[in-house]
């Protein structure tokens, strides 16, 4: 192999370490060993990771433009909102201050700016411009000070084991104002359905990457709840049609 070829395949190697570990890419590209099962599993995971991160990127933003198109948060519980945008900055605080693969908690990132993106402006559009500020600013210092190392990781173990019943409050604060009104109001559909998909393949890499009973119990409470509020939204379909008519 000569320089040319060999400064080529360091570049790819250290390209494809992103998605395959050390010893996988050794399997694959050297041994040419296809069928070992955990290195199999390890990748499927890491792509399954990385694909929810690209995803997360705009999986909001349908929402979003809803609000900002109507000009208006109605049926957006905000309680719901913060519940939820709690529970994700816990899991993302506690994952970046672990270590832990970024391909398993990058979405929370994504997320996180989305889903304060959405109270600030449930709250704009709700009259509230102070308010808005104010929680933006808030939740900018409360970022600062979980992933800072400024908060010490027994207590961010114990804030993710508290992400449960946040998760599920969340979900259930909004299922109950849907239930209420009789329609989703100004939620997503598009928005909804890839939460779902995302939370329920978040257990399999949860699992693969990050071995943590609490992470990966969060996120089967977390797709359990996303299910009924996607159960909600096709059962009031036509509900939100109407509505929408008239």
């Known amino acids: 192999m000569n320089h040319s070829t060999s400064s080529m395949f360091d570049l790819f190697r250290k390209?494809?370490?992103?998605?395959?570990?050390?010893?996988?890419?050794?399997?694959?590209?050297?041994e040419f060993n296809y069928l070992d099962g955990p290195c199999f599993s390890s990748t499927l995971?890491?792509?399954?990771?990385?694909?929810?991160?690209?995803?997360?990127?705009?999986?909001?933003?349908?929402?979003?433009?809803?609000?900002?198109k109507n000009r208006s948060g109605e049926g957006i519980n905000l309680y719901s909102v913060s519940l939820d945008l709690t529970a994700i900055t816990i899991y993302m605080s506690y994952s970046f201050i672990k270590g832990f693969p970024f391909s398993s908690w990058g979405d929370a990132g994504f997320l996180a700016i989305q889903t304060v993106a959405i109270g600030v402006l449930v709250l704009l559009y709700g009259n509230s411009v102070a308010l808005s500020l104010l929680y933006l600013t808030g939740y900018l210092i409360i970022c600062f000070t979980m992933m800072s190392g400024l908060t010490p990781i027994h207590i961010l173990w114990t804030l993710q084991t508290c992400n449960i019943p946040i998760v599920v409050a969340g979900k259930l604060v909004q299922a109950w104002t849907n239930y209420k009104?009789?329609?989703t109001g100004q939620l997503s559909g598009i928005t909804l359905f890839m939460l779902f998909a995302g939370s329920a393949a978040r257990i399999f890499t949860s699992i693969q990457e990050t071995g943590d009973s609490v992470v990966i119990l969060t996120y089967i409470a977390s797709t359990l709840s996303n299910g009924v509020l996607v159960f909600q939204l096709l059962y009031y379909w036509n509900a939100d049609i109407k509505k929408k008519t008239e």
Do not use: E, W
């Not at 390209?15 to 590209?29: E, K, M, R, S």
């Open 45 to 68: 995971s890491k792509c399954l990771g990385l694909g929810i991160i690209l995803g997360s990127i705009t999986v909001k933003l349908p929402q979003i433009l809803k609000i900002i």
């Open 15 to 30: 390209a494809a370490l992103l998605i395959f570990t050390p010893g996988c890419f050794d399997n694959y590209f050297i």
């Open 181 to 183: 009104n009789g329609h």
